[in-house]
Structures are given as C-alpha cells and as structure tokens.
C-alpha cells in the first residue's frame, strides 16, 4: 500500500449513501510556535490538510507532537503562527461556535443529571432546552443511557460519563465534531464499545469528524482517512485512507486488511523511531 494524499480519496462512505451533513474544514500552511520567555517550541509546521464534508478523520502520532494544538486551532481556540483555517469557505478567527468537543475527561456539572447536563449545551446557546428533550432522550437511548438519565453524573461510571459528554456534543446537531482522545481514560472492553456507538452515531447524522487517538487500530477501525502525524514538529507524514466496509463489526476489525492497515501505520512510526521493537 502506497501512501496517499486527499488528491487520489474522494468518496468517503457517507457521501455514497448521499447521507453526508458535515463540515468542510481546510487546514492550509498551519505551523504553531509556542514563545514562554527564551524558550521556544515548535509545536506544528505546515499542515495540509482538507477534510470533505461528512468525512471521519483520525490523527494517531507520538505524544507532543501537536495534535491537541491542531485540534484546537481547527476550534479557533488558539491562531496559528501561520496559516490559516478555513470552515465551510469561512477563515477562522476566533472560538467556531459551530461544532462540538469531546475531551479525554468528560467535564459535567456534578449538580445536574444526565439529561441536564445535555441540555445544558442547548440552554448556554441561548435556545430553549424544552424543544431538545426528545431529541436528548433518544440520543442517551442510543448509546444506552436511557437508564440513567435522571442520576446524577457520580452515579455513573466513566464510560457512561463519556457516552454523556459525547451526546451533549451532539445535541446541537453540529455539522463538525472534534474528539481529543475521548476514550483514552477508558478500559479496552469499555472503549470497544464506544467505537461501535460513536461509529452508530456518526452513520446516523454524518457530521465531520475529527478524532485524535494514540490507538492504531482504534483510528483503522473508525475512519475513512488516517492522518499520521511525524514527532514535533508535528507535520502530516502519511494521510491513508481506509477502505473497509460499514459498520466495521468484528468480520471487519478481524479482517486481514485490517490488519494491513494496522500494520502500516506502526511501520510509519518504527520509520522514525517512534515505536522500537
Ligand atoms: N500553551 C502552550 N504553551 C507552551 N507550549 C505548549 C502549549 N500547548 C502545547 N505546547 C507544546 O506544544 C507541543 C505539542 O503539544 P500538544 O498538546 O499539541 O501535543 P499532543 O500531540 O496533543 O500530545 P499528547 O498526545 O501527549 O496529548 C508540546 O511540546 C507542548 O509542550
Ligand atoms: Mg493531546
């Protein structure tokens, strides 16, 4: 297999179902230099990278090599040092409201239950919760919350918490989701299971997605494209578009290509010593 650029991947699965409602977000030159007094970082430099509308791209890459940045110049959370971000033919400047985030650890209101801790995305944009509730219920329903909607955040455990958080991301139909490791707090059986709901939920709705994860086959087993990210300076060292049917349940992550795929991105990483067997 030959590494490939977006130039040669143009049909990501959900557009061939005509099912796509996601963003467009075009990252172009984006390199970021962190300045504290003399000490100078070099966080990212020139990333390229034009993810299509309803596409769902993974970044794997060694620890500190800039994907977090990445991800929250995308949100506009932070400028680039140069570049610039451009969603759905608009530049970012400035926090893009239009999106949801997930991070590593689901941040909830430990006073709220969990159906209010959805809504409350809704109620901080200014909209009436009310007309959200249903949409809210059927949402925990589908990630197998329906339970729990009215405890409280301290009665779950931290699956749960996470499923919760990823559906307040959702709530607001988004048509760009922005995930930091969401399952890296997470135990493998746990995270399994996350990947095949969070799969679920992306098939039914279509939003962009852009996932960070230190797991290889997390990335093969989600995406239509992975983005392989070198050591800091983080720069985009291979883009591979995964080409496995949907829903990727366990004939497809058994499969031999899987494993192929698998197997290429750790070669990547033992290229620049990343790995070291
Ligand atoms: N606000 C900041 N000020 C100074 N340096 C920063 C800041 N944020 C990130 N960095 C540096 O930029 C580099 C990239 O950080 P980043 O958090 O993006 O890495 P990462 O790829 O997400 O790592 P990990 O996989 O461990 O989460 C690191 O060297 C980090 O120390
Ligand atoms: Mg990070």
Known sequence: MKPQNLASHSTPALHAQGLASGATVHVSGVSKRFQRARLLTQALER????????????VVGPSGCGKS???KIIAGLLDPSEGQVVID???????????GIVFQSPVLLDWRNILDNVLVQIELRGQDPRLYRDRAKS??????LSEFENRMPRELSGGMRQRAAIVRALIHEPPLLLMDEPFGALDALTR?????????????RGQ????????????VALADRVIVMSPRPGRIEQIIPIDLPRPRDKSVVTSSLFNQYC????????????IQY
């Open 47 to 58: 990333v390229d990278l034009n993810i299509e509308s309803g596409e769902f791209v993974a």
């Open 69 to 71: 940045t990445l991800l």
């Open 89 to 99: 033919q608009k530049p970012v400047q400035g926090p893009h409201t239009d999106l």
């Open 139 to 144: 949402l925990l329903s589908k990630v197998g």
């Open 192 to 204: 399994e299971q996350m990947r095949i709901d969070l799969e679920k939920l992306w098939l039914d």
């Open 208 to 219: 962009t997605t852009f996932f960070i994860t230190h797991g290889i086959s997390e990335a």
């Open 263 to 274: 197997e290429q991105i750790t070669e990547c990483f033992m290229r620049h010593g990343v």
